[in-house]
């Protein structure tokens, strides 16, 4: 690897801790974060109505975003990526990242069960107005239906993140939480 600047990338089922996890990890490592939810909603406002709509849009976001990430991560800028990694073509785009920009990465793995995952998506959910997207049990089950936890021949460096614990404080190293 050319430089020290790292790439931080997410995989876990949705309402797992992704989001509070990336922005945790940005400010102890004192990376840029990009979130892509903060990007679809200013992009595409009310237009992600299903896993179509969303499939598409965030496709377009990431080639846009692509160079724009390379060349951070080539100035020695680590960036801090909550976007979802629950697939093996979504993890792809991240292997590519890393390896154009020459930088080191490492992929986040939080593996909560199911139940545990729909509690923290009502509890999350219990004061938004009624249909926002990405609240329900049954969006959960169609998003879920996509999972593909990362395997070893998949040759991420993968950190695994056990929130079942209360977290570490930011001066933990990243091993096994």
Request: net charge neutral; glycine share 6%; hydrophobic share 40%.
């Amino acid at each position: 690897m050319r430089n020290a600047a790292k790439l931080h990338f997410f995989c876990g089922k949705m309402a797992a801790g992704k989001s509070t996890l990336a922005r945790d990890l940005a400010a102890a490592e004192g990376a840029v974060l990009l979130e892509q939810d903060a990007f679809l909603a200013a992009l595409y406002p009310g237009e992600i109505r299903g896993i179509s709509d969303y499939s598409r849009c965030s496709a377009r976001l990431r080639d846009a975003l692509t160079p724009h990430i390379c060349a951070l991560l080539s100035k020695g800028i680590s960036v801090v990526l909550d976007f979802p990694g629950n697939t093996l073509g979504q993890r792809a785009w991240f292997r590519e990242l890393a390896e154009n920009a020459g930088v080191q990465h490492a992929l986040h793995f939080i593996d909560l069960s199911d139940a545990v995952c729909k509690s923290q998506l009502a509890h999350r959910s219990q004061h938004l107005p009624p249909g926002t997207p990405w609240t329900t049990e049954a969006e959960f089950d169609a998003m879920t239906a996509y999972f593909q936890p990362p395997s070893e021949d998949e040759g991420f460096n993968v950190v695994y993140h056990d929130r079942s614990r209360p977290a570490l404080p930011p001066s933990t190293p990243l091993q096994r939480r």
